[in-house]
Every structure is written in C-alpha cells, then in structure tokens.
C-alpha cells in the first residue's frame, strides 16, 4: 500500500509511515506537523491520491491506541 501511495503522490513513502483503519489510509509524512488522510479504495485508474483531509498527530493512529479517539477521527472524516 504505501508504494501504491507513493506512485500516485510522487512521495517516497515507507510502509511504517502508513496506517489502515477501515476505509480511511493514515500517512504520517515525516516532514509534516500533521498526518494526512486518504479514503480507500485509492482508484486502480487514477493517477493521483487526494488528501481527504489533514489531522493532528495526537487523533492519528500513530499519536494514539485509544480506539475512542481513533473512532471520533473516523466519525469526524465520515461527517
């Protein structure tokens, strides 16, 4: 998955810098204050992937293990 991140954002995207929590892939750039959201599936046909949206580190999967944290993040990119 994260190579298939890479080819359609032109990053270089290692797979401990990705995180999958039902339809939504979690990027948390290095470069980046915040972690970047993509929803799945990212289309087979398209050349490029979106940024759903952008969130703090503290509601990502790589700021916390609460599942009642990670579930208001979801509900919140699911509104």
């Given at each position: 998955?994260?190579i298939?991140l890479?080819?359609r954002?032109?990053?270089?995207?290692?797979p401990?810098?990705?995180?999958i929590?039902?339809?939504?892939?979690?990027?948390?750039?290095?470069?980046?204050?915040?972690?970047?959201?993509?929803?799945?599936?990212l289309?087979?046909?398209?050349m490029?992937?979106?940024?759903?949206?952008?969130?703090?580190?503290?509601?990502?999967?790589?700021?916390?293990?609460?599942?009642?944290?990670?579930?208001?993040?979801?509900?919140?990119l699911e509104?």
């Amino acid at each position: 998955m994260a190579i298939a991140l890479g080819e359609r954002t032109g990053m270089d995207v290692a797979p401990d810098e990705i995180a999958i929590i039902g339809n939504w892939l979690f990027h948390n750039n290095p470069d980046c204050d915040e972690v970047d959201a993509y929803a799945l599936p990212l289309l087979l046909r398209s050349m490029c992937a979106e940024i759903w949206d952008s969130i703090p580190l503290w509601k990502s999967p790589f700021g916390t293990n609460d599942p009642a944290t990670l579930q208001a993040t979801i509900s919140k990119l699911e509104s």
